[in-house]
C-alpha cells in the first residue's frame, strides 16, 4: 500500500473525506446508541418513607416519657408543748407557737372547729398529715372536756362554730329563742325553720340548755305578753285573762283544758304560777 504522501493531490482529498465522513458515521452513532432513562420510582417507593416517617411517630408519641419527679424530704417536725392545753380551744397561732408549720397548724385548727371538737388524743391523726410521733410528744400536754353551747347564751358566733350552721341559721335561731324567752330543751332546735334534721342528729350532743329560760308570771302577766309567746295564740291568752279575772288566781288545773295536751307539753314549762 502506498504511502498517504505519496498519492496524488487528489487522492488525498478523498481520502481525507472518507475519514471525516467516517467519524461523522461514528459519532451519529454514539448518539443514537445512548438512551435516556428517566427513573420514576415506583407508587410503592414514594409510599415507604411515608409509612417510616408514620411508624416513626407513633412510636414516639407512645412511648410518653413521665418527667421526673422530684421528692423533697420531710422537714424535721417536733412539737415541743409547754402547758396542758385543750386541742379543741386553741388557735391556729398556738399551734405554731409548740411547733407546727403554718399550713399544717390552719388544716388542725380548721379540722377541729369544722366537727364537734375532738374528744381523744388519737383523733389528731384524722387531720391529713399529721403524725404520730405528735401524738406521743403531745399526750401527756392534752386535756378533753365535753364542749357544748348553751342554747339560751350563745351568740350567733358561737352557733357558726357548727359546721353546717352560717350566719343566716345562726340568728334564726336567736330570733326562735327570744319568741320563746328561752329554750327548754335542746330538742326545740328541731323547729327552728332551715335547719336540717341530719344536721342536728349529728351534733346535738354539742349543745345543752344551763341558762334558764324566761318564765310566765300567768297570774301577773298582761294579754299582750301572753300574745307574743311563740306557744300561745290569741285566744289561748285571752281564755286565761278571762279565766284570771273571774277566779283571782288561777293554776296548772285551771287552765289545762285550753291546750290540747300537745300543746300543753309544749307551753306548761314557760308558765310559773306564783311570784
Not at 478523498?14 to 448518539?31: E, T
Not at 324567752?181 to 336540717?196: A, E, H, I, N
Not at 334534721?197 to 349529728?202: E, P, V
Not at 273571774?246 to 300537745?262: A, E, K, P, V
Amino acid at each position: 500500500m502506498r504511502s498517504f504522501f505519496q498519492l496524488t493531490r487528489n487522492e488525498r482529498f478523498g481520502v481525507a473525506g472518507m475519514c471525516i465522513v467516517f467519524v461523522f458515521i461514528l459519532l451519529f452513532k454514539y448518539k443514537d446508541s445512548k438512551i435516556e432513562v428517566n427513573y420514576l420510582p415506583s407508587s410503592l417507593e414514594k409510599e415507604v418513607p411515608k409509612v417510616s416517617d408514620q411508624l416513626a411517630h407513633n412510636v414516639q408519641s407512645s412511648v410518653k416519657v413521665k418527667p421526673q419527679k422530684i421528692v423533697y424530704p420531710l422537714k424535721d417536725v417536733h412539737l415541743h408543748p409547754f402547758e396542758l392545753f385543750n386541742p379543741n380551744e386553741v388557735s391556729s397561732e398556738y399551734w405554731e407557737k409548740i411547733g407546727l408549720q403554718p399550713k399544717m397548724a390552719k388544716r388542725a385548727h380548721l379540722f377541729i372547729q369544722s366537727g364537734s371538737g375532738i374528744s381523744r388524743s388519737s383523733d389528731l391523726l384524722q387531720i391529713y398529715g399529721f403524725q404520730k410521733e405528735w401524738i406521743q410528744e403531745l399526750e401527756k400536754y392534752l386535756v378533753f372536756k365535753k364542749l357544748t353551747i348553751d342554747l339560751n347564751a350563745a351568740t350567733a358566733s358561737e352557733f357558726q362554730s357548727i359546721r353546717g350552721i352560717g350566719e343566716k341559721l345562726s340568728n334564726r335561731i336567736i330570733r326562735f329563742r327570744e319568741k320563746l324567752g328561752g329554750f327548754v330543751s335542746t330538742q326545740q332546735l328541731y323547729q327552728v325553720y332551715g335547719l336540717d334534721s341530719l344536721l342536728l342528729d349529728n351534733t346535738m350532743e354539742r349543745f345543752d340548755v344551763v341558762t334558764p329560760c324566761k318564765r310566765i308570771l300567768i297570774n301577773s302577766v298582761s294579754l299582750q305578753e301572753l300574745e307574743s309567746h311563740l306557744y300561745l295564740n290569741a285566744q289561748q291568752s285571752e281564755e286565761i285573762i278571762k279565766l284570771r279575772s273571774i277566779n283571782g288566781t288561777i293554776d296548772s288545773s285551771s287552765i289545762r283544758n285550753i291546750f290540747t295536751l300537745s300543746e300543753w307539753r309544749r307551753i306548761k314549762p314557760y308558765f310559773q304560777w306564783s311570784n
